[in-house]
């Protein structure tokens, strides 16, 4: 055994919890390399009055850390150096003195944080229905991904039967559940994402009537004739060149839901539509930001579940197990190596 594995085992004979983190060390330049994270160890602290002490079963795994990491404010504060990075969670209540919560619940972190224990005063944590689906799908399809989907297409997007939706980051975990959304309400679905293999998960896995491959020479070409009727719906994940294909092919009146511009997150300059065209083609092109919708979870937590047990949502994850591993899953994930929702299971 390791010498600091003898040192957890023993303290924790003693009674005392070693939390074991994942902090910021330093800020990335680019696509983050390993040496911009630390794995620290802390003990564990005790929860105060209204406090829920949880410990951490899943990590959800997020672009938007990444934004985080940058010293630029987006829609949430930057991450401080030593800052726990930031993520969501999936755990179970150890302590608590909170009486909305008993020991033993099984709850979604909404800041939980890359570590294996977190303190709560129960703002931003929500009780699980384990009963209902298994654990990690609420991360995903019924989690945030899965709602970003739903209020980001339905609300924004407005699709209406028989129009074309086009999704890029299509097989990811916002991706997948807007195409599979769009097919429940009966639209024509094309998905964009990276590699052959994806194509496949694309099809077969998530139902889409067409697969382009943005990594292939000839993807203006083929997005072009997937499209033959225009585009009603984009649904951006992830800006730059794909959406600068994809936005010409614009119909009228359509609608461009900016959700994500990945492939600006590691610092690569952006580029834009010309906005003339938007005028001329009276598009509305909206970005939204999840948080502002808390209203909609009823909606959604009704529709999605009825999908999901009506076996009408497939779900796709990448689950890879030990604290260790969140890190080179959270490069993998930023280079595409994912297809669903990427999960660090502890
Ligand atoms: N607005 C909101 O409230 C909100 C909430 C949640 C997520 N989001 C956004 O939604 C998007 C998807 O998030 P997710 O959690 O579902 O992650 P995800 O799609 O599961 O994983 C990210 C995917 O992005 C694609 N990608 C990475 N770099 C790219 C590049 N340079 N060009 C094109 N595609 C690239 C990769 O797939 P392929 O390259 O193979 O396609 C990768 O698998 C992100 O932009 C995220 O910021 C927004």
Redesign the pocket.
Known sequence: MHHKQHVRVFLTKLGILVNRQIILASRPTGLPCPENFRMIESSVPVPGEGEVLIRHTHLGL???AR?QMGEAASYRAPMKIGDVIYGQALGTVLKSRNPLYREGDVVMIQDGGWQEYSISDGHAVTKVESDIAPLTVWLGALG??GM?AYV?LLDFGLPQMGETVVV????????SMVGQIARIKGCRVVG????QE?MTHLRRDFGYDAAVD??DAAFDEALREACSAGIDVYFD??G???RDVAWPLMNRNGRIVV?????E??D?PASGPGWFDILARRLSVR?????DHANRRPDFLRDMGAWYREGRIAIREEVQEGLDLAVPAFIA??????????IIKL
């Open positions: 997020a672009p938007a934004l945030t991904s970003t980001g890029s980051a299509a097989s990811g975990a916002v991706g964009i994402a990276g590699g994806k943005y990594k994940n992830v730059g060149h794909v959700c994500g511009q990945i492939s997150y590691n690569s970005g939204f930001i999840l948080s994930m930023l280079q595409g190596k994912n297809s669903g929702k990427a």
